[in-house]
């Protein structure tokens, strides 16, 4: 059986962690900043976890990450 393709696009996004989660950047920090405050953006530069379903997702666009 052949390999699976990696897709390009979702292995820029996403990375794994020690634990085998994976992690995301948030949304929202590309412009109109002027109108969040300091602590949503704070809360913004985190990394966010993916889990349940959509793991299973990521876990099919980027098998071998």
Same mark, same amino acid.
Not at 34 to 38: I, S, Y
Not at 43 to 52: F, M, Q, S, T, V
């Given at each position: 059986?052949? *390999?699976?393709?990696?897709?390009r696009g $979702? $292995?820029?996004r996403f990375s794994k962690t020690g634990s085998g989660k994976y992690k995301r950047n948030q949304t929202g920090r590309r412009h109109i900043l002027? *109108?969040?405050? #300091?602590k949503r953006m704070r809360? %913004?530069? *985190? #990394? $966010? %976890?993916?889990?349940?379903g959509q793991a299973k997702q990521v876990? *099919? %666009?980027v #098998?071998?990450?």
């Open positions: 059986m052949p *390999k699976m393709k990696t897709n $979702a $292995a820029k002027t *109108k969040k405050n #300091p809360r %913004l530069r *985190k #990394p $966010a %976890l993916i889990i349940g876990q *099919k %666009l #098998p071998y990450l």
